[in-house]
């Protein structure tokens, strides 16, 4: 088998479980894409594969990070595709599992974003400029550069409407228009991507709520703590959804109650923009499934999915 099998999803909707089977049937190692459980000592609050649930296989891009260190996707896909270069070397298969679809892009088209690995301090001059004028202005200044993706982006989006003036002022080229190349070439890995999505959206919040309770009793708010008496709740895993909502417990702003329904609701919210995600992009073969459906229906229609695009067990 040529092809790498994806498994994405929103939050909750049963990637871990399905990638794990999979991988057993087709003889095959997992690759995560999730871009908060590659960081250490972030287990509970990122839903990371237990040993207990990986069941002997083994799994890739997990733990390789210290909190607070920044990782991009182009980073990103770099480290996977040599995991994956490793494991196909090996004479075994690749599951990619992950709700995080930028990682997962940068995996199997490859790496082709510009200034990754350059400094030209523009990014800093930017910076220092958003803050001083603020977000409509330097909104207004994109929109003029390049309206297509002014439009996508709020004015408050400090990070990425200084990422695409970046781009232009440095190479000379919109963001949009480098997308718009960059999609247009052929990915480097021959994929078959499999979206999981509960029909019902009641189903999926049913899940989340769950998770959520399932954290709080499994030590959520002691990792929290860790944590921040270690001093490795700084920068991104600061603001990952589920230690944020817990330190406004911790601080005294909230109680727990209010601290776990705020994380729900961030968290049905992250849902949601993960599926606005997943449908705009292409070759996605969506597995539905119903409150009626067991594991066994879902691993049944995943395992069709995967025969029908060339895929055979």
Known sequence: M?????????TASGKTK?????????????VSADSMQIYKYM?????????????????HMLDIVMPGE???????GDEAYKCVEDIFARGKN?????????????LIRGNEFPG????TGTRERLTL??????????????????????ERLHPNDKKRIIRALEVFYDYGITLTEHNRIHKSKADRLDSVTICLNPVSREVLYDRINRRVDIMFEDGLLEETKGLLDNGLLVGTAAQAIGYKEVLGFINGEMT??????????????????QLTWFKSQNKVNWLEYTPDDTFEDILQKATEILVSNGIEL
Do not use: F, W
């Open 2 to 10: 040529n092809k790498v099998i994806v498994v994405c999803g929103a």
């Open 18 to 30: 399905l990638s794990v089977e999979l991988a057993k049937l087709y003889n095959a190692e997992v």
């Open 43 to 59: 287990n509970i609050g990122t839903a990371k594969v237990t040993e207990e649930e990986t069941q002997g296989i083994r799994h």
């Open 70 to 76: 920044v990782y991009s996707a182009a980073r990103y």
């Open 94 to 106: 690749v599951v990619i599992c992950g709700g995080t679809g930028l990682y997962i892009n940068a």
């Open 116 to 119: 990754q690995n350059m400094e």
């Open 129 to 150: 400029k958003y803050d001083e004028i603020g977000g409509e202005a330097m909104h207004q200044e994109l929109s003029e550069i390049d309206p297509e993706s002014a």
């Open 256 to 273: 727990e109650k209010e601290a776990s329904d705020l994380l729900k609701q961030k968290t049905r919210n992250y849902a949601k923009r």
